[in-house]
């Protein structure tokens, strides 16, 4: 104020404007800077805070990669392989067990396999058929082995056949890529219940498996080659069930526990093998190692034992299987061969007519008169093998319907074996029924 109290001078107004502005910039300086700091520590710890996290996740992310990258990585490759066969993997796809056999069995020269069987002479010849000729021969060690050798030469030259389209459209790269594959996948199938394979050669265009020697040989011959030895297990009811459980679980454990799992394609009498001790072994799962096929060629199987509805609609699934297991346990009950000749009456002496076994033998089943188509040739049955084989006959009546969703899964029909198996006074341990206790066997309870 003017000392004359009456307002603000000239001077006084000067004083003011000149004190107002001489501290106006550094309170502003002061507080912008303030706002500054804030907000790059703000910054800094979001940014840290962002950083921190992705460097988790991708510390999980690897952890759990490294545990599950074997089994993810060989379900991918071989699901899309499986569903176009004709363009197989890259081998920088494949896992590395995968290019090297998958590490648990052996991989043969051509050479030391000419040795041991002396060039592949007919003395080491012991069966043979479109797959190409098998071999019985002894390791350097001891172990006696039987070597499937595949036709290539055979398959080559049949233009005539019904698999010439698709393997002239398969290269040779295309193979090897396609057997390498399901080698690896066959290395790591371990059950007793399937013919081990101990190795493989690959050399030339040879494809060559190596699996154990089955000292007793097929089911098929000692059903079906006369006379039957009084000596045979097949001479009596407890032990042709027994091996048909034995071949069961074999087919179950390829459905339900390998992974990823496998359809067989050709389940029939003459595939099922035994051993030295009278076990059942299912043979050649892996028939497509040495004969490439796709869902778009004609069906794989045995006439005789093919699945109908896999013929008609080229739709392979686990059923096909089942149905053709069925035609096996038919086989066994009543000793008619998948395609049996029957006598003519009115066609002459000497005439036949060959017949399915499931047309000729499931109406009996349906009509409850299992017995009246029991292999005659075994001796007669007690009660408790009467019910039990007349039970395994209404199994196998079940596994050859004609849809495949009305057909059982290979775990129940195991699960039907071993009570039949039990019934049968055989040391075999059924499943636990529900509810416990013994129950009779009938067709009403065959899957319950």
């Known amino acids: 104020m003017c ?44 940014g840290l805070g962002l950083g921190l996290l992705a460097l988790s996740s991708l510390l999980v992310y690897l952890a759990l990669r490294s545990q599950r990258s074997g089994w993810v990585h060989r379900t991918v490759w071989w699901r899309r392989w499986r569903r176009h066969p004709a363009a197989p993997p890259s ?10 056999g998958g590490g648990t069995v052996e991989e043969f ?5 000419y040795e041991i069987t002396d060039n592949f002479s007919e003395a080491h010849k ?3 058929g479109g797959f190409g000729t098998v071999y019985r021969a002894t390791l350097p060690g001891g172990r006696e082995v039987a070597i499937k050798r595949a036709d290539v030469q055979a398959a080559a030259a049949s233009s005539a056949s019904r ?3 698709q393997l002239r459209r398969w290269s040779e790269e295309q193979r090897e890529r396609a057997f390498r594959s399901e080698l690896a996948l066959l290395s790591r199938i371990n059950h007793r219940n399937l013919v081990l ?3 493989f050669c690959r050399e030339r265009g040879e494809r060559v498996l190596v699996y154990e020697y089955m000292a007793n040989g097929t089911l098929h011959d000692h059903l079906h080659r006369p006379p039957m030895d009084p000596s045979s297990p097949l001479s009596s009811w407890a032990a042709r069930l027994r091996l048909a459980l034995d071949a069961a679980r074999g087919i179950e454990y390829l459905h339900a526990y390998a992974v990823p799992a496998i359809i067989h394609r050709d389940i029939k009498s003459s595939n099922i093998l035994l051993d030295e001790v009278w076990t059942a072994k299912v043979a050649d799962f892996g028939v497509s190692l040495t004969s490439p096929d796709t869902e778009g060629s ?7 034992y093919m699945d109908p509805e896999y013929y008609r609609l080229r739709r392979l699934t686990e059923k096909s299987d089942v149905y053709s297991f069925g035609v096996v346990l038919l086989e066994l009950v009543t000793g008619f061969k998948a395609i049996h000749r029957t006598q003519e009456a009115e066609g002459g002496e000497g005439s036949t007519t060959p017949r399915n076994v499931v047309e000729m033998v499931v109406p009996y089943i349906e009509a409850d008169d299992v017995a009246g188509v029991m292999d005659r040739r075994v001796p007669p049955a007690s009660a408790e093998e009467l019910e039990a084989v007349a039970y395994v006959g209404y199994v196998a009546a079940e596994c050859v319907r004609a849809e495949g969703q009305d057909r059982p899964t290979m775990g129940e029909v195991v699960g039907a074996l071993e009570r039949a198996v039990a019934a049968c006074a055989d040391r075999v ?6 509810g416990g206790g013994r129950r009779a066997l009938s067709r009403a309870q065959s899957f319950v």
Do not use: M, W, Y
Request: charged share 15%.
């Open 3 to 46: 000392p004359s109290d009456e307002g603000i001078c000239q001077s006084c107004k000067f004083q003011l404007n000149s004190n107002s502005s001489n501290s106006s910039p550094s309170s502003q300086q002061a507080s912008s800077g303030s706002k500054s700091r804030t907000l790059l520590v703000v910054l800094g710890t979001v």
């Open 91 to 100: 081998l920088a796809e494949l896992p590395l067990d995968s290019r090297l």
């Open 109 to 113: 020269s051509l050479q030391s396999l």
């Open 126 to 128: 012991i069966g043979s």
């Open 163 to 165: 698999r010439h389209e």
């Open 197 to 199: 394979l101990l190795g």
């Open 298 to 304: 004609v069906a794989a199987g045995t006439v005789g």
């Open 429 to 434: 341990e059924p499943r636990p029924e529900p």
